[in-house]
């Protein structure tokens, strides 16, 4: 069939949602064509039990609202449904020893915070905040764009001129160092390190890994800036909002349906045809999927390097999930946890960084990062009155299990571990 839309894009995830949304304002309309039910995603809410709601993938939305798509469809967006909803207190740490810290909202209490648990470590992280929020334009506009672009290679001449090469560099290179060292040089107190060392685990990193120390300090001025958002009613209520910004604009969504390839001819995008046949035609197709999707089943005849390339890709750590749904919001034993929206338990750096390792090598964690989640604490509508829900989230699960660090669980018969 011919189409009358002006780009096809396939995937249905926020990144797809976001291009349609963003083109639909330029006046351009878009076509989204996701091969599940629902789009969204991992943006996605059921009921855990009657009147308790849940987001079974992702749930909080810091960078989200920090970053260029939302300042550019936030009154859009709203005008479609879409809430937040807050804590003064983001994110905190409890250790095994019953030593807990709380990150807020507010940097002077921060400052005090810090403090309190050694002389100077106030001051680290006030500074590192500060310098995120004084390179702000460059480390977002890094991380929102595409780094092959004549914008960002404009951008990064600007900042050489304005900076001065050597500072640029100096500037480039300290972006590159990993969290462990940041922490370790920075903060006096073991505590202190351990409220900031879990955070890279979810951008897929771990504290030993490059540019963790960046997307660390990014966070952490997120956090202070942002706090730690989730959709009020659910994350689906994100991917609602975002369709009826869409279909409002002359855009389309077709849910269900299966894109077996993009057509390609004499080196033109002809638009794509459906796994049942079915041929849309457009001459701009934007596909928000994996790199083994796009160059192993979309693209017939990928150039030999991008085939290379996507043969060699390694996808990251896998992520496990329990939800629960509770009579009443949980205790904790140290104080002031009752209204933090994110709690890590763990022991500090060196616990953070051996999990990682463990999970990486296909190991279950001998003891691994535990995030605790209190949605209710933010959105007393996920669960009836005096009722929560709560959810544990282990982010240094092995993408593919070899084996249990503990070694207690003993091996399969046949090796074969799940």
Known sequence: MSSDVDVIIVGGGINALSAAALLGKRGRKALVLEREDEIGGCMKSAELAP??????????????????????????????????????????VLRPDGSAAVLTMDREANRAMFDSLAEGDGEVFATAADRVGADADLIFALLGQGLWTRATALLLAKQAWRRGARAFAAFLGEALEPARGWLESGFASETSRALLAPWPLHVGLG?????????????????????????????????????????????????????????????????????????????????????????????????????????????????????????????????????????????????????????????????????VGQPTALDPSRAPPGKAVLWVQMPEAPRRILGDARGEIPAPEDGAWT
């Open 207 to 371: 504290p030993d890994s490059a540019y963790s120390g960046m997307m660390t300090k990014v966070i952490a001025f997120s956090l202070e800036v942002a706090g730690a958002p989730i959709a009020t009613g659910g994350a689906a209520t994100v991917s609602h909002a975002f369709r009826g910004l869409i279909e409002e604009q002359g855009g389309l969504i077709r849910t269900g349906a299966d894109v077996a390839r993009i057509d390609v001819d004499d080196g033109r995008v002809r638009g794509v045809t459906l796994a049942d046949g079915e041929a849309i035609r457009s001459r701009d197709v934007i596909a928000s999927v994996t790199p083994t999707q796009l160059y192993g089943r979309l693209l017939e005849r990928p150039s030999p390097a991008s085939r290379k390339a996507a043969e060699a890709f390694r996808y990251g750590k896998g992520n496990f999930q329990l939800h629960y749904a509770l009579d009443a919001p949980p205790t904790w034993r140290a104080e002031n946890l009752g209204n933090v929206a994110l709690i890590h338990l763990t022991p500090g750096v060196d616990g953070v960084s051996k999990a990682a390792n463990e999970a990486e090598r296909g190991l279950l964690p001998d003891r691994p990062t535990i995030c």
């Open 51 to 92: 009147g308790f709601i849940y987001d079974p993938l992702a749930t909080t939305f810091v960078l989200f609202l920090v970053g260029p798509v939302h300042a550019a469809l936030k009154d859009d967006l709203e005008r479609h449904g879409l809430a937040f909803s807050h804590t003064a207190h983001p994110t905190a």
